[in-house]
């Protein structure tokens, strides 16, 4: 069961290594249903703590790859995670209080007001040229720090989460959006992951497993996101209408196992 389990995982690390390349987000809202419900860690705790080290490491192959195509926004990014990660560092000491099931219950209805916004935010057009300023400072830091709290509390990555926020912060196009936020995204796993390991709530086999399937998954995703990035309006509805559907999952799992005063 060991072994199966291994490979399931790095199945799983794939498809969130995919994600992450494909459109900078959506690795955490895969990768913890997948450690829960398909690889089996039956502590939610556990699975979001071996998640975050999946993500951290899969979004920095992405961010690479980002960084040589020249579409990522240092200054706002590093503006952005240094502030969320303050927020995940409380998030996450939040996260690990709260009943497990009940955290799983949570981040199925933040699952759905995610794939709404997602389905709202459509393509929008930007200033390619924006870059950090006095005009921009507190809004990059604001969002950042409320998307940290919300990341770390849930044991995510946050992609979904940070590509609004830059956007709303400072007007960047979307695609360099997607591309900053997988900076966010390694930062927020880090800071969670170190958070769940100093409690001993990290599966390093698992966790290992994740990354090496993410390694191929990240160099897919990459690839077919140049291919179209044309199309990235089409892809939005459907990974939406695959959020929709985990979170429907979960919220079967997870509502019959909490227990009701």
């Known amino acids: 069961m060991a072994e199966l389990q291994l490979i399931i995982a790095a199945l799983g690390g794939a498809l969130v290594g995919f994600s992450l390349a494909l459109v900078g987000g959506g690795g955490s809202i895969l990768a913890v249903p997948i450690l829960v419900y398909a690889v089996g860690i039956k502590d939610p705790h556990l699975a979001i703590g071996t998640s975050a080290v999946g993500v951290a490491a899969n ?32 998030g996450s000491i939040a996260g690990k209080a709260f009943d497990g099931h009940a955290l799983l219950l949570l981040f199925a209805l933040l699952m759905i007001v995610v794939g709404v916004l997602m389905l709202r935010r459509g393509e929008r057009h930007g200033d390619p040229h924006v870059t950090l300023g006095r005009h921009n400072f507190a809004e990059l830091a604001g969002f950042g720090f409320g998307t940290g709290l919300l990341s770390g ?46 409690s001993g709530l990290i599966d390093w086999p698992i966790a290992a497993s994740f990354v090496g399937g993410g390694v191929i998954g990240a160099t897919a995703g990459g690839r077919l996101a140049t291919h179209l990035s044309t199309k990235r309006g089409v892809l939005t509805r459907v990974f939406a209408a695959l959020i929709f559907a985990v979170a429907a999952y979960m919220l079967g799992q997870s509502l019959p196992a909490i227990s009701l005063p």
């Open 59 to 90: 979004a920095l192959i992405g961010l690479a790859g980002k960084a040589r195509a020249g579409a990522v926004k240092w200054k706002c990014g590093l503006t952005f995670a240094a502030a969320g990660v303050a927020g995940a560092a409380l």
């Open 153 to 198: 509390f849930f044991g995510i990555g946050g992609g979904f989460l940070i590509v609004p926020g830059l956007i709303a912060a400072t007007g960047m196009p979307i695609f360099n959006a997607m591309a900053t936020s997988l900076l966010a995204v390694a930062s927020f796993g880090i800071t969670t992951a170190g958070s769940y390991a100093l």
